[in-house]
Every structure is written in structure tokens, then in C-alpha cells.
């Protein structure tokens, strides 16, 4: 997994996960909590309410998302951003700030008078975002939208048989939609991407948000690292029969699986039980890795052909592979010439494969009873090819 590093804080598998709170100074707003247009009130929520109940981030949004509103312009965000930035130099407390925005006009100003990152709600549809961001060399979420700046979220709004093929439109579910989207104008070295919960469109449907959570582990495999914003969410609240003054304890509950699918930011108005909820998920997620000295061995976290396929692309690996879908992918990296030799060899003959990566890393596939298989075998060699059998013994366990 990729991580990012967004001013100096670490987002991605090799660090905790971390929280986004909200304040928005758009006088639109529906959550009235985090609503503000003075600055020095603004400032003193952000430093008792956010970032002292923990947030890692403050998320500042200009206008209202709400489809229910009108899109404002750039220049009306523009006109608006002054309340933000007088806001942040008032805080006295240490956060990343992020500036919610879709125009890269807007990213651009904010960016040069103070602000750290963007949260792009339209998914790069200004195709000048990612170059802005690149420029400052800032993290940008990127929520999965269509390529209109006036619909973020709106997925199933895109010309799919157009942008893709007719006979994908055609078989594509909404999750696939989402991942589409996501690779919309590409991603930047820093982007953090975002499955865009929440009733963007008409056509979103409560069981859209529901699959695309049951399969937030495919997003992995774009290699960058997720935000996901649930909070008190329809989607959840629904299942519970909550309204949304009621729906705090189904938002920790779904904040801690999030975490452990592979969610590294939560973008939540209730910070400081949200980032509790956040390192339970955290300390019970099982990422496997087994480090002695130039020798690692990894169990990647993969649970669908997707997430598979981009591994062995993004390791050299014909990702064709994967059409015959395996239980676990085990990275070893650090073997010798001749150890990478022989551990292919004895790979060979169990129920696994065996393939060479472009940094000599070698990557096993196979079901559960071929992997054990070469564990035992590894477990009688020499040297590294024992470790990795040891390594193996601890992971199948």
C-alpha cells in the first residue's frame, strides 16, 4: 500500500488511522453543530471540539454538498474563503488543514494563503485539479464522481457505454461504477480516494451504499490510501431503524469494520468517539509481515480478483493470473538468487504458483492447503527458506 504523507502527517497501512473533523462556514449547511461565519467562534470549536477531541484533520467546507442546493460558483467560494482563512490562522492547536472544494481555482488560492490539502468532492471533473495539487505537492481526497461539476457523487449520472464500452455499461454493478470513477484523470502520487457515501443522486440507493461497504477492500487496490465518510449515514441508520440524532453508535460501529476493510481517514462530525471507535478497528485488522533482517514476508490483503490483479501488475506480474481466483498472495522479498530458485521449485509442486517480480521479490499464490503445503516444505530448508516457512507457520495460524 502506498502511504501519503500529508504536511508531515502519515496516511496509509503504516501508520494509525486518522480522523477528519468538519467545519463548514457555507450558512447552507444542514448540520447545524459544525456551522460557523465567525472566524474567532469557527477557531475556538476547531481547537475545543475537533482538534482536542482528536482530529488529525479539519475539513472546511465553503458550501453545501446537498444536492438539494444550488452549486456555487468559483467566485462565490471564492468570496467565502476569507471566513476559512481567518479561521485557521486563529487556531491555536496543531492540524492538517483541508480545503473542500471542486474547483482547482479555489484549491489554488486556498493552498497558497495557508491550507494543507484539498477534498475534492467532484473527483478531479476540473481536470486542473490533480496539476494544482501536484504543484503544491498537497494530499487531495478524491471522491468518486462523474465528470460534472455540478453532480459530485453522482456515479450512475456517467455516460458509462461512452466512457467505457457499451458492453461494460452493461454488466457493470454500482461498486465498479465507483472504482471507475475513482480513476477519473488519474490519481496523484498524494490522492487518497473516496467511495462517496451518502445519497448523492436520486438514483443512490440505500443497498448501493450498503455493497459498496460490504466491498470497500476492493478500493485497495488502487494502491492509495481511503477516506471514507459514514457518518450517521442513511445507510446505516436504516438498518437500525435511527433517525439521525440517534445514529452515533451505528456510525462507531461501522467506523471500527471500515477500519479493519481498509479505511485510513474517517471524515466525521463526532471526533473524539469516532477516532476510539477508529483504534479499535485499527488494533484488531490483520495485515500480516514478518521482517528479519533484509527478509520480509507479507500476507497481502486481498479478498477479490481485483485487488489481486492490481498486485501482480503493480509488481510485474501478468495480472491474468488472477482469473483463477486464490485464497492468499504471500510476498517474500530479500531471498537470495539461488533461495529464489528453490522456493519456485518447491511452490511448483504443491497447490500453489510461484511468479518473479520486477524487484526480485518472489510472489506466491494458492489456496490455504497449498500454501500450508509449502510451509511444511520450507520448514525442512536452510537458512532464509526456513524463515519463510516459520513466517508462513504464524500467518496460517
Given at each position: 500500500m502506498h502511504n501519503v504523507d500529508a504536511a508531515g502527517l502519515g496516511i496509509g497501512d503504516d501508520h494509525p488511522p486518522r480522523i477528519m473533523g468538519v467545519l463548514n462556514v457555507s450558512e447552507e449547511s444542514p448540520y447545524d453543530p459544525s456551522v460557523y461565519d465567525d472566524p474567532g467562534e469557527a477557531a475556538q470549536y476547531v481547537d475545543e471540539e475537533l482538534i482536542g477531541d482528536g482530529a488529525d484533520i479539519v475539513d472546511i467546507g465553503l458550501e453545501s454538498a446537498n444536492k438539494r442546493f444550488d452549486v456555487l460558483s468559483a467566485d462565490e467560494e471564492l468570496e467565502r474563503l476569507h471566513v476559512a482563512l481567518e479561521t485557521i490562522e486563529s487556531v491555536s492547536g496543531d492540524a492538517v488543514f483541508s480545503i473542500e472544494t471542486r474547483y482547482a481555482e479555489v484549491a489554488d488560492t486556498a493552498l497558497s494563503k495557508g491550507f494543507d490539502m484539498v477534498n475534492d468532492i467532484a473527483g478531479f471533473a476540473d481536470p486542473e485539479m490533480p496539476t494544482v495539487c501536484e504543484e503544491y505537492d498537497v494530499a487531495v481526497a478524491k471522491m468518486a464522481s462523474p465528470p460534472n461539476l455540478e453532480r459530485p457523487g453522482a456515479v450512475e449520472e456517467t455516460d458509462w457505454a461512452a466512457r467505457k464500452s457499451a458492453d461494460w455499461a452493461e454488466r457493470a454493478d454500482y461498486v465498479d461504477q465507483i472504482y471507475e470513477a475513482l480513476k477519473q484523470n488519474g490519481l496523484t502520487d498524494k490522492t487518497i480516494v473516496d467511495p462517496a457515501f451518502g445519497g448523492w443522486s436520486e438514483a443512490q440507493t440505500l443497498e448501493d451504499d450498503r455493497e459498496t461497504f460490504r466491498r470497500l477492500r476492493e478500493f485497495r487496490a488502487l494502491d492509495r490510501p481511503m477516506l471514507v465518510s459514514i457518518n450517521r449515514k442513511n445507510f446505516l441508520g436504516e438498518i437500525a431503524g435511527r433517525e439521525t440524532d440517534e445514529r452515533l453508535p451505528v456510525s462507531l460501529a461501522a467506523t471500527s469494520m471500515a477500519v479493519e476493510r481498509g479505511a485510513h481517514v474517517i471524515r466525521t462530525h463526532d471526533v473524539a468517539e469516532t477516532r476510539d471507535a477508529a483504534l479499535i478497528g485499527d488494533a484488531f485488522t490483520e495485515r500480516s509481515r514478518s521482517v528479519d533482517d533484509d527478509l520480509s514476508v507479507t500476507r497481502l490483503d486481498v479478498h477479490?480478483?481485483?485487488?489481486?490483479?492490481?498486485?501482480?501488475?503493480?509488481?510485474?506480474?501478468?495480472?491474468?493470473?488472477?482469473?483463477?481466483?486464490?485464497?492468499?498472495?504471500?510476498?517474500?522479498?530479500?531471498?537470495?538468487?539461488?533461495?529464489?530458485?528453490?522456493?519456485?521449485?518447491?511452490?511448483?509442486?504443491?497447490?500453489?504458483?510461484?511468479?518473479?517480480?520486477?524487484?526480485?521479490?518472489?510472489?506466491?499464490?494458492?489456496?490455504?492447503?497449498?500454501?500450508?503445503?509449502?510451509?511444511t516444505c520450507l520448514r525442512d530448508e536452510d537458512g532464509d527458506l526456513s524463515s519463510v516457512g516459520e513466517s508462513l507457520a504464524q500467518m496460517l495460524e
Amino acid at each position: 500500500m502506498h502511504n501519503v504523507d500529508a504536511a508531515g502527517l502519515g496516511i496509509g497501512d503504516d501508520h494509525p488511522p486518522r480522523i477528519m473533523g468538519v467545519l463548514n462556514v457555507s450558512e447552507e449547511s444542514p448540520y447545524d453543530p459544525s456551522v460557523y461565519d465567525d472566524p474567532g467562534e469557527a477557531a475556538q470549536y476547531v481547537d475545543e471540539e475537533l482538534i482536542g477531541d482528536g482530529a488529525d484533520i479539519v475539513d472546511i467546507g465553503l458550501e453545501s454538498a446537498n444536492k438539494r442546493f444550488d452549486v456555487l460558483s468559483a467566485d462565490e467560494e471564492l468570496e467565502r474563503l476569507h471566513v476559512a482563512l481567518e479561521t485557521i490562522e486563529s487556531v491555536s492547536g496543531d492540524a492538517v488543514f483541508s480545503i473542500e472544494t471542486r474547483y482547482a481555482e479555489v484549491a489554488d488560492t486556498a493552498l497558497s494563503k495557508g491550507f494543507d490539502m484539498v477534498n475534492d468532492i467532484a473527483g478531479f471533473a476540473d481536470p486542473e485539479m490533480p496539476t494544482v495539487c501536484e504543484e503544491y505537492d498537497v494530499a487531495v481526497a478524491k471522491m468518486a464522481s462523474p465528470p460534472n461539476l455540478e453532480r459530485p457523487g453522482a456515479v450512475e449520472e456517467t455516460d458509462w457505454a461512452a466512457r467505457k464500452s457499451a458492453d461494460w455499461a452493461e454488466r457493470a454493478d454500482y461498486v465498479d461504477q465507483i472504482y471507475e470513477a475513482l480513476k477519473q484523470n488519474g490519481l496523484t502520487d498524494k490522492t487518497i480516494v473516496d467511495p462517496a457515501f451518502g445519497g448523492w443522486s436520486e438514483a443512490q440507493t440505500l443497498e448501493d451504499d450498503r455493497e459498496t461497504f460490504r466491498r470497500l477492500r476492493e478500493f485497495r487496490a488502487l494502491d492509495r490510501p481511503m477516506l471514507v465518510s459514514i457518518n450517521r449515514k442513511n445507510f446505516l441508520g436504516e438498518i437500525a431503524g435511527r433517525e439521525t440524532d440517534e445514529r452515533l453508535p451505528v456510525s462507531l460501529a461501522a467506523t471500527s469494520m471500515a477500519v479493519e476493510r481498509g479505511a485510513h481517514v474517517i471524515r466525521t462530525h463526532d471526533v473524539a468517539e469516532t477516532r476510539d471507535a477508529a483504534l479499535i478497528g485499527d488494533a484488531f485488522t490483520e495485515r500480516s509481515r514478518s521482517v528479519d533482517d533484509d527478509l520480509s514476508v507479507t500476507r497481502l490483503d486481498v479478498h477479490s480478483s481485483r485487488e489481486l490483479r492490481a498486485y501482480l501488475d503493480e509488481r510485474g506480474v501478468d495480472p491474468a493470473v488472477a482469473d483463477d481466483w486464490y485464497a492468499l498472495a504471500i510476498e517474500v522479498d530479500g531471498l537470495q538468487s539461488e533461495d529464489r530458485d528453490r522456493i519456485r521449485s518447491i511452490v511448483d509442486d504443491a497447490d500453489a504458483s510461484a511468479y518473479r517480480g520486477t524487484n526480485n521479490q518472489v510472489l506466491i499464490v494458492g489456496s490455504v492447503t497449498g500454501i500450508s503445503a509449502v510451509k511444511t516444505c520450507l520448514r525442512d530448508e536452510d537458512g532464509d527458506l526456513s524463515s519463510v516457512g516459520e513466517s508462513l507457520a504464524q500467518m496460517l495460524e
